[in-house]
């Protein structure tokens, strides 16, 4: 075996001690001994020296190249007089010295400390009850509060001046979103068809970037959050509250600046038009999905103003289009979380909760699409830069793999040798109204894999769109505010801008690692409030469906909860089971276990 020397990877750690290094530009992982691990931590990029064995392959020798983290959370404990940091075990195998922990802190107590090298430095004590949260926010990096220089930013903010924007506060005007949201980043206005049946529909956006300046306190706090954290019953934001539940935040009867991008969408759903300008603006409602949707559906107006009604239903007539050519065209056309939880007084889940998309959740995603969709294709038609969200298509052998899963869940979608964009709609015709249809979702989500960012324009798959990208969040996401700083820069006169700037790219790959280990402290915590959940029912049965086959064990989805858990292999009858990585299948003594069952 040719390996190279020295290679480059990033570090995992598993909680027994050991870890396992993922190599760079290789589908393949080597082994990490639990002494070799010793001063490193989840996530750290490092070189180290390969070398075959029983194992596999084994690294030895690392060498730190970069690391994230700028922070441990653990537990004090002493030797010999000394005290040191024993870190969350899904981060490190090692304890690190502790440096500056007051000397009232007793052994055992859980903490927070900065990394300096290769010591950590106290920064403070955790009480009990915040001990999992803060637990989770730290492992994956999240800083739950502010600077103060981005703080005092935040307080001195004002709204800016209205030259140059373009009026639309006599414009019927609303914002449709969950009872719980408080960062309204986005409002929809359309005026009467044109006697061709012409349908204009705008999207007007918060103008973030007017109280938040790039390279300023708030801008690089910002960016090194890259998006807003929505964990059960808590949120990180992105903007300290005082911007995005306030001065950003497009609160009904409030005047606010915004980026508008105006479609002009025929009776076919073609978008024949569209202009992007700066605009000031005022919400004349906020209206929830609910009561939009019990308008629509059942001609039900306790939801919705008099005033707005017209506006609603012409919404309406222009979403619709657009889905008629979203269905035309192919791919899925939404995929949302398939639970959520309800929470007691006391931030303890009591319930889970299924979701269902409703017209009013489609309404709003066609026209957030349509939105980003245009804005990539009026940054393209001037030849200026963007931050495109990209998803390949998925290669053969994923084709063949999702094929095989759909029969294991009793569905002959028939693939072929391709996927296309087409015959993934008709296979979520198949499956939409199944029984099955969250974990038929949550496996086709894995195989078609993660959308990212990259400055090259090309297509993302699952939305069967030519060009996409983010624009209808820069309250929540940085690389929806890059966007607007590009095109607020060509509307200001600036010619100098040009299309795959290097340092877009640099940026590209910066956020998507942010996001990512934003999604995963999610994750984190939604499943240790649903396993507290869980205690509580200790001994009952359960039916789910197998969703992921690994070495170790299997993953399940339960059936009407959407909840998700682990059966460990040494746990399932018919062993000693052997993995079939291929095909994601357990076989053992006349049993096996795969996808789908």
Same mark, same amino acid.
């Given at each position: ?57 084994? $690294? ?46 007793? @052994? ?30 730290? @492992? ?37 979103? $969950? ?30 970037? $007017? ?11 910002? !960016? ?21 539940e306030g001065l950003l935040s497009l609160l009904p009867e409030q005047e606010r600046a915004t980026v508008t991008i105006e479609l002009r969408i025929d009776c076919d759903g073609a978008v024949t038009a569209r202009d992007v300008y700066l605009s000031r603006l005022r919400s004349h409602a906020r209206l929830s999905y609910a009561g939009v949707a019990a308008f629509l559906d059942q001609d039900d107006p306790s939801g919705v103003p008099p005033e707005l009604q017209e506006t609603l239903r012409w919404l309406r007539t222009a979403a619709s289009r657009l889905g008629v050519v ?39 995603? !066609? ?14 038609? @001037? ?93 929540? @996401? ?120």
């Open positions: 075996m040719q390996l190279p020397s020295p290679a480059r990877g990033v570090l995992s750690v598993h909680p027994r001690g050991f870890g396992f290094l993922d190599l760079a530009e290789r589908d393949e992982s080597a082994f990490v001994p639990p002494p070799a691990l010793r001063g490193f931590l989840q996530g750290d990029e490092v070189e180290a020296e390969l070398t075959p064995d029983d194992r596999g392959v084994t $690294a030895s020798k690392l060498k730190l190249v970069s690391r994230w983290r700028e922070a441990l959370y653990g537990t004090l404990v002493e030797r010999r007089g000394k005290r040191f940091l024993r870190p969350d075990p899904q981060v490190a195998s090692s304890d690190w010295p502790l440096r500056d922990a007051p000397q009232e802190l007793e @052994r055992d107590a859980c903490l927070v400390a900065r990394i300096e090298g290769d010591e950590v430095v106290f920064e403070r004590s955790v009480p009990e009850d915040e001990r999992p949260l803060t637990a989770t926010l730290v @492992r994956w990096g999240i800083r739950a509060e502010f600077p103060e220089d981005a703080l005092a930013e935040a307080r001195a903010g004002e709204l800016p001046s209205w030259e140059g924007r373009r009026d639309l506060r006599e414009v019927p005007t609303l914002t449709i979103d $969950a009872p719980t949201s408080r960062d309204l980043d986005d409002a929809l206005s359309a005026l009467p068809a044109q006697p061709d049946g012409a349908v204009r529909v705008f999207v007007s956006i918060a103008d973030v970037d $007017a109280l938040v300046p790039e390279g300023s306190a708030l801008d690089r706090e910002a !960016r090194g959050r890259a998006t807003s954290t929505y964990l059960p019953g808590h949120v990180v934001p992105m903007l300290p509250r005082e911007l995005s979203r269905k035309a065209r192919g791919g899925l056309e939404i995929q949302r979380e398939e639970v959520g939880l309800k929470l007691d007084e006391d931030g303890r889940a009591s319930e889970v909760v299924p979701r269902h998309e409703n017209s009013a959740h489609r309404l709003v995603e !066609r026209l957030m699409v349509a939105a980003n969709e245009g804005v990539a294709a009026w940054l393209a038609e @001037r030849g200026l830069p963007a931050l495109y969200r990209v998803q390949d298509e998925p290669d053969p052998e994923r084709v063949a793999t999702l094929a095989e899963f759909a029969r294991n869940f009793g569905f002959l979608p028939a693939f072929g040798d391709r996927l296309t964009p087409r015959g993934l709609a008709a296979f979520q015709e198949q499956f939409q109204t199944s029984d099955v249809a969250p974990q038929v979702r949550t496996v086709l989500r894995r195989v078609l894999g993660r959308a990212r960012y990259q400055v090259q324009p090309a297509g993302h798959f699952a939305l069967a769109s030519p060009g996409y990208l983010h624009f209808t969040s820069p309250i929540r @996401r940085y690389a929806d505010l890059s966007v607007h700083r590009i095109l607020k820069a060509h509307l200001a006169g600036d010619r100098e801008q040009v299309a795959g700037d290097p340092r877009l790219g640099e940026l590209a790959e910066e956020l998507d690692g942010r996001a990512r280990r934003a999604s995963r402290a999610e994750d984190d915590r939604f499943r240790q409030l649903v396993a507290e959940l869980f205690q509580g029912q200790l001994g009952e049965t359960f039916t789910g469906h197998v969703i992921a086959v690994r070495s170790n064990r299997l993953s399940v989805q339960l059936l009407g909860t959407g909840v998700r858990g682990s059966l460990p292999i040494e746990e399932l009858p018919g062993g000693p089971l052997e993995l079939e990585p291929e095909r994601e299948t357990l076989r053992g003594e006349g049993v096996s276990y795969v996808v789908g069952q």
